[in-house]
């Protein structure tokens, strides 16, 4: 049976220390985020009152809106929530913002980018033209350039996807999200879970995630990849 949300939250202790935050992130702010005895996945989940979403709607209810200036052919949709751009961010011609969404300064949104609800960009982050995000954190200098598409992921910090590179987050039949660990499957409770990146990963043009990917600090994707499940640090994927 599907191991439900807060199942998994109580379970957290019994998770391999390698799907935590502290094995797969260096900065504090990223560990800040996310509680330390579950899986850094769990910020990912929409009914855990820590999470992603609750976490950008208590940001986004201090900062309120703020959109960019001095672009033109900006498209901005606010019915779900607030858009936030700080002063500093780069946004170019042609893109769409969905609130809530909060980039922050020294992040870049290329042209024709799709920015979906719950994306938040830290600084120096990067969305590039064609591609799209939606419920995903972007730690420090993580990039999407180039024809990508992140849905409900973690990319950490210096984190690089290919031209092409896709973190698939939902199952063909819809079932909730499970993962393989020392040769057990097991639930991770979400119904839509693309991949969590450690610090540094770097996947190939073209590479493939399939739904529940964790790769630990800079594992490396060779191009035209299909990867599935969890992959300690340093790991290479061919």
Same mark, same amino acid.
């Given at each position: 049976p599907?191991?439900q !949300?807060?199942e %998994?939250?109580r379970?957290?202790?019994d998770?391999?220390?390698?799907?935590k935050a502290?094995?797969?992130f260096s900065?504090? %702010?990223?560990?800040?985020?996310?509680?330390?005895? /579950?899986?850094?996945w769990?910020?990912?989940?929409?009914?855990?009152?820590s999470? $992603?979403?609750?976490?950008l709607?208590a940001?986004?209810?201090?900062v309120?809106?703020?959109h960019?200036?001095?672009v033109e052919?900006? *498209?901005?949709? /606010?019915r @779900?929530?607030? +858009?936030?751009?700080?002063?500093?961010?780069? %946004? /170019?011609p042609?893109v769409?913002?969905?609130?809530p !969404?909060?980039?922050?300064a020294?992040a870049?949104?290329?042209?024709?980018a799709? %920015?979906?609800?719950? #994306?938040?960009?830290?600084?120096?982050s990067?969305?590039?033209?064609?591609?799209e995000?939606?419920?995903s $954190?972007?730690?420090?200098?993580? @990039?999407?350039?180039?024809?990508?598409?992140v849905?409900?992921?973690?990319?950490?910090?210096n984190v690089?996807?290919?031209?092409?590179v896709?973190?698939? &987050? $939902?199952? &063909?039949?819809?079932?909730?999200?499970?993962i393989?660990?020392?040769?057990?499957?097991? /639930? #991770?409770?979400?119904?839509?879970f693309?991949? +969590?990146?450690?610090?540094g990963?770097q996947?190939? !043009?073209?590479?493939?995630?399939?739904p529940?990917?964790?790769?630990g @600090?800079? !594992?490396m994707?060779?191009?035209n #990849? *299909?990867?599935?499940?969890?992959? *300690?640090?340093?790991?290479? $994927?061919?």
């Amino acid at each position: 049976p599907n191991i439900q !949300c807060g199942e %998994v939250r109580r379970a957290g202790m019994d998770w391999p220390s390698g799907v935590k935050a502290e094995a797969l992130f260096s900065s504090d %702010v990223a560990r800040n985020m996310m509680d330390s005895d /579950e899986p850094a996945w769990s910020l990912l989940d929409p009914n855990n009152p820590s999470g $992603l979403k609750h976490q950008l709607d208590a940001k986004l209810s201090d900062v309120g809106s703020k959109h960019p200036q001095g672009v033109e052919y900006v *498209t901005i949709d /606010e019915r @779900k929530g607030p +858009v936030h751009v700080e002063e500093g961010a780069i %946004v /170019e011609p042609h893109v769409h913002l969905i609130g809530p !969404c909060l980039i922050e300064a020294t992040a870049t949104i290329r042209s024709h980018a799709y %920015v979906r609800e719950y #994306t938040w960009m830290m600084a120096g982050s990067l969305l590039g033209h064609a591609s799209e995000s939606k419920h995903s $954190l972007f730690l420090s200098g993580a @990039k999407a350039p180039h024809f990508n598409y992140v849905g409900d992921s973690i990319l950490g910090s210096n984190v690089n996807l290919g031209a092409g590179v896709k973190l698939s &987050n $939902l199952r &063909n039949d819809g079932q909730h999200i499970g993962i393989w660990l020392d040769d057990v499957r097991r /639930e #991770t409770g979400l119904r839509k879970f693309g991949a +969590v990146l450690g610090d540094g990963a770097q996947l190939g !043009c073209n590479a493939v995630t399939n739904p529940g990917t964790v790769l630990g @600090k800079s !594992c490396m994707v060779h191009p035209n #990849t *299909t990867v599935s499940g969890y992959h *300690t640090e340093n790991s290479v $994927l061919r």
